[in-house]
């Protein structure tokens, strides 16, 4: 069972910074598909970014892309989504995912239902 819990999530002005966190336990060392998915009240899920633990490159979706960067720490078994230039619609619950799947990390963009393990959340709000 891979157990993730995020970090790192706050209140900020548009135009700041934040770096979320995601530490996954429980998969005894094998590599993972990660993401990051948001979700705001009243709208539907959003994938943001992915990474293969392996190495290999990463997605980023069009809506973030040039402000948000996804990196890992192996060495820590820890995701980091870095947000800059933050606006008001990055506003959202943000949730770290995984699946030891390759394949999550394959498609053209970030299907939720093929990220089996989820986290709770990190809540990111940005005011105008």
């Known amino acids: 069972q891979v157990r993730l819990v995020e970090s790192g999530g706050a209140s900020v002005e548009a135009g700041g910074s934040l770096r979320l966190s995601c530490a996954a336990s429980?998969?005894?060392?094998?590599?993972?598909?990660m993401g990051w998915f948001r979700q705001a009240p009243g709208k539907e899920r959003e994938g943001v970014a992915s990474i293969y633990t392996a190495g290999g490159g990463s997605f980023s979706a069009d809506t973030v892309k040039g402000r948000f960067t996804i990196s890992r720490d192996n060495g820590k078994n820890t995701v980091y989504l870095q947000m800059d230039s933050l606006r008001p619609e990055d506003t959202a619950m943000y949730h770290c995912?995984?699946?030891?799947?390759?394949?999550?990390?394959?498609?053209?963009?970030?299907?939720?239902?093929?990220?089996?393990?989820w986290g709770q959340g990190t809540q990111v709000t940005v005011s105008s």
């Open positions: 995912a995984a699946d030891l799947n390759v394949a999550a990390c394959l498609e053209d963009t970030m299907n939720e239902a093929s990220f089996k393990y």
């Open positions: 429980g998969y005894a060392d094998r590599y993972m598909c």
